[in-house]
């Protein structure tokens, strides 16, 4: 096998006659995948933006419905393209609340000011800085993108949560509406079937579940205006992704991370699908939790928490 090594020419996207921002615009419109985020889909590029100028692409994750907001820049960050890229971020967020939303800036020369100043609010915003090269090898052209600043990603305090901000219902009640605190309600009572020590827990950005007065958050839950988001703590399986599929719950995304389902429930779903949910929950409380005793044949037996 040749073990030919040919060292590659950095380009200089900025000042490149034949290589602009519109080639590279084409090839991630053409190939999303090239960016490094993941197998994404083109929703709209040059995208007019009211009272602004034009986003240059917008992503998003076939799976999740996330949307990514990016803006290109040939050459080094400056303050202008990191302002429109937080503006269009907003914009669109505002415009298309039912989706979750990043903001990316794709550029050359990514600066140690620029990761300075933005890391000052990463966490704040959800914010992903990306460095493209262009190398040419030989006859051949090809882009390399190195994420140089991921997002943030904050975790639930969960068994700490006590120093969290702690609400109560009539928070929630006054956030969304009493109708969908209410479908909550509902499932809590189907989750007495199979544990009645359980107790909301309300928290400034969801409302958690308590057992005994103890953390054990296996769901969450966020009303809105319009509907009840649930959280489910539960591994991803095939049998899982069926039943969600089957019954037509609203997937709003799978967090691979931190192995969570959201589903967007509607009235018509926790009238009609209690039991199904109220199923899926009963998995997750059953993995939180995890006590299981194996027989002789290694069939697992659900041993319920007593205390």
């Not at 975790?155 to 209410?182: H, P």
């Not at 928290?203 to 054990?216: A, C, F, W």
């Not at 931190?258 to 779903?269: A, I, M, P, V």
């Not at 299981?292 to 044949?297: A, G, Q, R, V």
Request: with cysteine.
């Amino acid at each position: 096998m040749s073990k030919t090594y040919m060292k590659p020419t950095r380009i200089n996207l900025k000042n490149d006659p034949e290589f602009d921002e519109n080639w590279v615009d084409k090839l991630i419109s053409e190939d999303p995948s090239i960016v490094g985020l993941g197998d994404f889909e083109l929703v709209d590029k040059q995208r007019t933006q009211p009272n602004a100028g034009r986003l240059d692409l917008l992503l998003r994750d076939p799976e999740s419905k996330r949307r990514y907001e990016i803006e290109l820049q040939l050459g080094r960050t400056d303050p202008s393209h990191i302002v429109r890229c937080i503006e269009y971020w907003d914009i669109e967020r505002k415009r298309y609340p039912q989706y979750d939303h990043c903001a990316v800036l794709i550029a050359e020369d990514i600066t140690s000011r620029f990761l300075n100043v933005i890391s000052l609010f990463n966490g704040t915003l959800p914010f992903i800085a990306i460095q493209m090269q262009a190398l040419r090898i030989g006859e051949y052209v090809t882009l390399v993108f190195t994420t140089v600043m991921d997002e943030l990603t904050r975790g639930f305090v969960d068994e700490d949560e006590s120093v969290g901000t702690t609400t109560d219902r009539a928070y929630w009640e006054n956030k969304a509406t009493k109708d969908t605190v209410k479908l909550m309600d509902n499932l809590l009572v189907k989750f007495g079937q199979f544990d009645s020590k359980l107790s909301p827990n309300y928290l400034k950005h969801y409302i958690g579940i308590k057992r005994n007065g103890i953390v054990g958050n296996f769901v969450r839950f966020t009303p809105t205006i319009a509907r009840l988001n649930l959280v489910l703590k539960l591994s991803r399986t095939d049998e899982t992704d069926k039943i969600i599929k089957d019954e037509g719950f609203d997937l709003m995304k799978f967090d691979q991370k931190w192995g969570e389902y959201t589903l967007r429930l509607t009235q018509e779903d926790v009238k009609n699908k209690d039991d199904t949910l109220s199923k899926l929950s009963e998995s997750a409380y059953r993995q939180y939790y995890g006590t299981w005793l194996y027989t002789e044949s290694n069939t697992p037996i659900w041993l319920s928490v007593t205390n």
